[in-house]
């Protein structure tokens, strides 16, 4: 069907089916059964007319089937993630950060300050899943944003802390040691506080992370947070 029809798809439309199908191959559909290489022209055919949740949703879509769709496509969606940053909500932005990140294609320089503008606009109503990729991301890319977005981000991680997640609050930690930025007192005592909270659900990559970004920090957590994390081992 999409072979068919791709070329009388619209941007939403492509978007969509883009997103339905890495959601599917999360349930186990195989890649093989993805007709790439038409989404993948009809995004390169429509990303000037994509709006900012097309782009964020496209772009997931790659990141989520671990395929870049080459280089013209990503061109093409990157040149529409700069056009469209500075009307993305949270969840946008940090999608889209985090499809880069993982899969290892940094977008040009423009386009990371038309993010980070955005990454620093939106922090402000960012939750614990956004912010904790945003962080993830940047470490990811080895691209450390400004310290004017770093302190909007912190602010966000010290306002969510109490609602992340136990794969947030590692994301968030191991970003700051592999950023080599301390998060102020504050804020750490709030990662640390979730870490304890939630170290009882963490996963074992999840616990060496944390442990790891506390001594990478060269902050020793309270025996309380110690327990709980060895406890999790």
Do not use: I
């Amino acid at each position: 069907v999409v072979a068919g029809h791709g070329a009388a798809f619209g941007a939403q439309a492509v978007a969509n089916v883009l997103h339905g199908y890495a959601r599917l191959t999360k349930c186990g559909l195989a890649l093989s059964l993805v007709p790439l290489e038409p989404l993948g022209a009809a995004a390169r055919r429509l990303a000037g007319a994509m709006e900012p949740q097309h782009v964020s949703n496209s772009l997931w879509a790659y990141a989520t089937f671990g395929a870049s769709p080459g280089r013209a496509t990503l061109d093409a969606l990157e040149a529409a993630a700069a056009r469209t940053a500075r009307s993305m909500d949270p969840q946008a932005v940090a999608n889209v950060l985090w499809s880069y990140a993982t899969l290892g294609e940094a977008p040009t320089r423009a386009t990371l300050d038309a993010l980070e503008a955005a990454a620093a606009r939106t922090a402000r109503s960012s939750n614990a899943q956004d912010v904790a990729n945003v962080l993830w991301s940047y470490a990811t890319l080895g691209e450390a944003p400004a310290r004017a977005t770093l302190d909007a981000l912190e602010a966000a991680v010290a306002r969510t802390a109490q609602s992340m997640l136990p794969q947030h609050v590692a994301n968030a930690l191991w970003s700051y040691a592999t950023l080599g930025e301390a998060p102020a007192r504050a804020t750490y005592d709030a990662l640390e506080a979730a870490a304890a909270r939630t170290a009882e659900s963490m996963v074992p990559q999840a616990v060496a992370n944390v442990l790891w970004s506390h001594a990478t920090l060269g902050e020793a957590p309270a025996r309380a947070t110690l327990e709980a994390l060895e406890a999790a081992v």
